[in-house]
Nanobody, 121 residues
Framework: QVQLVESGGGLVQPGGSLSLSCAAS????????MRWFRQAPGKERELVAA??????????NYVDSVKGRFTISRDNAKKTLYLQMNSLKPEDTAVYYC????????????WGWGTQVTVSS
């Protein structure tokens, strides 16, 4: 059974850092594009960062608002996705979701339950 379990969220002051993790199981992790989304209260879910499969080089992409501050990475041996978040701002406050997306079979798209990140003084 497919599972994506996020961890690492919490409360942090502006300018601080947090590191999120997403432990995956039940599917071939290395075959999936892995992504972090976030959803703030009253807003639509937003794609924050993505990392491609190792077969195509593991390239990364970010939404403009987090470029230079967030780093997405994956450990295929550990089947774990990471998001390092630095210089956090209040507008980064949201529930952060891990997503696994198969690039050749769109029906294979899995979500975690999310982890809350709150940036506040």
């Amino acid at each position: 059974q497919v599972q994506l379990v996020e961890s690492g969220g919490g409360l942090v002051q502006p300018g601080g850092s947090l590191s999120l993790s997403c432990a995956a199981s039940g599917f071939t992790f290395s075959s999936y594009v892995m992504r972090w989304f976030r959803q703030a209260p009253g807003k639509e879910r937003e794609l924050v960062a993505a990392v491609s499969t190792p077969a195509v080089g593991g390239s990364t992409n970010y939404v403009d608002s987090v470029k230079g501050r967030f780093t997405i990475s994956r450990d295929n041996a550990k089947k774990t996705l990471y998001l390092q978040m630095n210089s956090l701002k209040p507008e980064d406050t949201a529930v952060y979701y891990c997503n696994a997306h198969h690039p050749a079979a769109v029906r294979y798209d899995y979500w975690g339950w999310g982890t809350q990140v709150t940036v506040s003084s």
